[in-house]
């Protein structure tokens, strides 16, 4: 059973205030002008309160996009370092023993041959990661 409401009358607005009502109520798609300003009317009677509960909806979509983000990142690094780990497995179970002059050797090339690899991934990224692995590679001794 609906409520019986109180007519108000005499309401007076500018032209160009009426055509602003009226537009936003078709964009908003409120059923008429006068249903548009109860709305309006009813919002500014909650006042603060209604204002609080959107700021904070705003900033739990916020928190909820940013914890989603957050788990992605997480995810790929647990990928890269089970990567990084089965890669170490195959190395190590496979690279044979070898005497000290040869492994000197072999360090020495390994370290030119690193170098360069750091500098052709550098060349291929982009940004802020870029600028870094550059200080990384400008950074590390040679030897």
Request: glycine share 6%; charged share 30%.
């Amino acid at each position: 059973m609906k409520k019986k409401a109180t007519r108000i009358t005499g309401i007076r607005f500018s032209e160009t205030t009426y055509k602003a009502v009226v537009q936003a109520a078709r964009v908003r798609d409120y059923a008429s002008p006068s249903a548009f300003i109860r709305a309006a009317v009813e919002k500014e009677l909650r006042g603060a309160d209604a204002t609080i509960g959107e700021s904070e909806q705003r900033i739990g979509a916020s928190l909820e996009k940013y914890s989603k983000q957050i788990r992605r990142v997480s995810t790929g690094q647990q990928a890269l370092f089970a990567y990084m780990d089965a890669l170490a497995k195959v190395i190590l179970s496979t690279l044979p023993d070898t005497d000290e002059d040869t492994r000197q050797a072999a360090t020495a090339r390994g370290k030119v041959r690193y170098a360069r690899f750091l500098k052709s991934a550098g060349a291929n990224m982009a940004g802020d990661a870029q600028a870094a692995l550059s200080e990384l590679v400008n950074r590390a001794p040679e030897e």
